[in-house]
């Protein structure tokens, strides 16, 4: 017997059948805290479901990975796979018409905002004249010598930046041990499970936690050199 949809077990089964994709308690609980559930009770109605057969699980050393039962789900035939790749290929065609045609719409608009009127020129103009007094002014205190950022600041500054790329590089760590649990035994293809997930890696989004390292460095050489 399903349980009701709003117990704790019933809120757990209804996101885990939703998501159908491997999850631990930790993101479960992270993702129904608008449902005031702290992670021990998601914890409980985990373990529930799961001795009561409603969803799958499997333990990688101590870490449990939940899953929705998949024989919940109509799997379609070969026919109807088919047909599902016209209808994808149809709205993807669809898709770029509508892009085209969007992006025509927005070059008109971004043409239209482009031309400013003689009040808005004026405005512009007083504007960008404090700008540049300002930065004439904070030039002068360059060639002065004038010290613009105290010693005390740039330390509270350069703290916050560590702390953030120790953060960084202690998740990443968390991330591959957990990673490598999920995947030593798995039969998938990585790259494709990988993508399947959603998941990227910080050089998938043109990010290098070693060069964001090397800037720390490189400011230390030139604040010593100074």
Request: no cysteine; glycine share 4%; hydrophobic share 35%.
């Amino acid at each position: 017997m399903a349980p009701k949809s709003d117990t704790s077990e019933g809120i757990v089964l209804k996101f885990v059948n939703e998501q159908n994709k491997p999850l631990n308690s930790q993101n479960v609980a992270d993702s129904l805290q608008k449902f005031n559930l702290k992670k021990a009770a998601v914890q409980k109605a985990l373990d529930n479901l799961a001795d009561s057969g409603k969803i799958s699980f499997k333990e990688y050393g101590k870490q449990k990975i939940y899953l929705a039962r998949q024989d919940q789900f109509d799997i379609p035939n070969t026919e109807e796979l088919n047909q599902m790749k016209e209808e994808n290929t149809k709205l993807q065609e669809q898709l770029v018409e509508q892009k085209k045609a969007s992006a025509g719409v927005e070059g008109e608009i971004k043409a239209l905002q482009s031309n400013l009127t003689l009040e808005e020129v004026q405005a512009k103009q007083v504007k960008l004249g404090k700008e540049v007094k300002q930065m004439e002014e904070k030039l002068i205190k360059l060639r002065e010598g004038v010290t613009l950022v105290s010693p005390e600041e740039r330390q509270a500054v350069e703290k916050m930046y560590m702390d953030t790329m120790n953060q960084w590089r202690r998740r990443k760590r968390m991330f591959k041990d957990i990673w490598d649990a999920i995947t030593e035994n798995s039969p998938k293809n990585l790259k494709e499970f990988k993508e399947e997930l959603g998941i990227e890696y910080d050089e998938d989004v043109g990010v290098s936690l070693q060069s964001f390292g090397d800037l720390v460095q490189h400011g230390k050489k030139r604040s010593r050199s100074q």
